[in-house]
């Protein structure tokens, strides 16, 4: 499990950073000047990080190029999508804008940036990754792990410093602060010179941007609600009650709580299109997320909670075409009937009492996470016979044996 962790965020700083070269290249060419394309003052654009872990995990078992492209085209266009609304978020401006294609969402992701996307991913992945493997085995373990570490701490406090400089005076153009001096303003107008539509779209800024509040109220709702409608679904389907919790304590399923949340910061702004673009948008989030979930699982823990191999037109037992089309019919039923309905109820709440009764669930919900991952751990180390290592690996080991793990996640099927 650690040399995965590692050699994921290896793999994050290397394309993190081959991702700062690609932008500020191509800037550089476009204004003729150096200019540090990115929203962090080191070498690094983490959107190209993520999007490579996300491709790691989501293709760790297969070669297949289509596979790869058209999974690369939607997770990297999807990262694309969620960096720009939160930067728009916090900033109140796009940094980039796409409308001139006319295939484009949002301005944010187009047809052609996703096509370039998954040609990037594919090739990378099936090319370039093979030499890093190699690369990151030939650097003695212990060393590495000082420098990645090293590395993310140096990342996280410059993006917490670039983050208090881009947000310190949002009443304020950019542009006027070109004659103050200070590292806070240094940030700015580098940014500016990076992105200089920030200005041009200063007041881009919508309630449909990304609302972190509102995002995890509609993660625990739908946590619980699709916990229970699988738990009902069980019951009649298989004749018998079966938990369909992704967590050691309470009910509640993370993939439905977080599908939930994605769903309505990305559709419920797009409510009054077409409804064949919702259920499309809906068909491919839902059944891509559902994907990555699934080998999020086997990847670390070499298990999973579904498989559809026993069903014709799957992919990896991962995701099922008559699943897809679930996803689909679902989305359109609840943006266009259910989620208005509940933003509602949910802008009722006194805004006070819901983020500290948020807080608190949040708290408890990220404990219940952390324990169930670390139970999960133990589960799949059991199995290769590998001895608790840590006082925490005993107290799983005591508490949460094979024997409650099977029984609490009933329908977990291990991969060999």
Same mark, same amino acid.
Not at 1 to 6: L, Q, R, Y
Not at 42 to 49: C, H, Q, T
Not at 250 to 262: D, H, K
Not at 363 to 369: H, K, N, P, T
């Given at each position: 499990?650690?040399? $995965? ?39 690094? =654009?983490? %959107? ?35 960096? #720009? ?10 940094? *980039?804008?796409?409308?001139?294609? $006319?295939?484009?969402? /949002?301005? !944010? ?14 090739? +990378? @992945? ?14 003695? !373990? ?13 990342? =996280?406090? /410059?993006?917490?410093i670039s983050y208090l400089s881009l947000t310190k005076d949002k009443n304020t153009k950019i542009i006027d602060s070109k004659s103050k001096k200070g590292l806070s303003n240094e940030i700015y107008n580098r940014v500016i010179d990076a ?8 007041? +881009? ?14 993660? %625990? ?42 769903? +309505? ?6 409510? &009054? ?6 259920? %499309? ?19 670390? @823990?070499?298990?999973?909670? *579904? ?9 990896? #037992?991962? =995701? ?7 996803? #689909? ?6 943006? &266009?009937?259910?989620?208005? *309905?509940?933003d509602k109820m949910i802008e009722k709440i006194p805004e006070k009492i819901g983020k500290t009764v948020v807080t608190i669930v949040v708290i408890l919900l990220i404990f219940d996470i952390l324990i169930s991952i670390e139970a999960g ?22 508490? @949460? +044996? ?10 977990? &099927?291990?991969?060999?």
């Amino acid at each position: 499990m650690e040399h $995965k962790i590692v050699f994921l965020s290896f793999i994050f700083i290397i394309y993190s950073f081959l991702g700062w070269v690609i932008e500020s290249t191509r800037m550089a060419i476009k204004t003729k000047k150096l200019i540090n394309r990115g929203m962090l003052n080191l070498p690094f =654009v983490i %959107v190209y990080g993520l999007g490579a872990v996300l491709i790691n995990i989501a293709f760790f078992d297969t070669n297949n190029f289509l596979y790869v492209f058209l999974g690369s085209m939607i997770y990297a266009s999807f990262l694309e999508l969620s960096a #720009g609304k939160v930067l728009e978020a916090f900033n109140h401006s796009k940094w *980039w804008d796409y409308s001139r294609f $006319k295939l484009n969402l /949002d301005g !944010y992701i187009s047809l052609p940036t996703s096509i370039l996307w998954g040609l990037l991913g594919s090739i +990378t @992945y099936l090319y370039l990754n093979p030499l890093l493997v190699k690369l990151f085995y030939m650097i003695d !373990y212990k060393i590495l792990k000082i420098v990645i570490i090293s590395i993310l701490m140096g990342m =996280v406090v /410059d993006f917490i410093i670039s983050y208090l400089s881009l947000t310190k005076d949002k009443n304020t153009k950019i542009i006027d602060s070109k004659s103050k001096k200070g590292l806070s303003n240094e940030i700015y107008n580098r940014v500016i010179d990076a992105y200089p539509i920030i200005n041009k779209n200063k007041k +881009t800024f919508s309630k449909d941007t990304f609302n972190i509040y509102k995002f995890l109220i509609y993660l %625990v709702i739908g946590g619980v609600i699709g916990c229970l409608c699988e738990m009902v679904f069980c019951r009649f389907t298989m004749h018998r009650w079966m938990s369909r919790s992704s967590l050691l304590y309470g009910e509640i399923s993370l993939v439905w709580g977080i599908a939930l949340a994605i769903f +309505t910061t990305f559709l419920y702004m797009h409510k &009054k299109k077409n409804p064949i673009f919702i259920f %499309v948008y809906g068909f491919i989030l839902g059944t891509s997320f559902e994907y990555l979930c699934g080998s999020f699982c086997e990847y670390f @823990y070499g298990y999973s909670f *579904w498989s559809y191999k026993h069903l014709p037109f799957n992919i990896n #037992g991962r =995701v099922q075409l008559n699943f897809a089309f679930i996803w #689909g019919f679902a989305s359109l039923i609840y943006i &266009k009937f259910i989620c208005g *309905w509940l933003d509602k109820m949910i802008e009722k709440i006194p805004e006070k009492i819901g983020k500290t009764v948020v807080t608190i669930v949040v708290i408890l919900l990220i404990f219940d996470i952390l324990i169930s991952i670390e139970a999960g751990i133990r589960f799949s180390e059991r199995r290769k016979h590998e001895p608790p290592s840590n006082p925490i690996e005993e107290i799983c080991d005591k508490y @949460y +044996t094979d024997e409650y793990m099977t029984n609490r996640f009933k329908n977990l &099927k291990i991969e060999e």
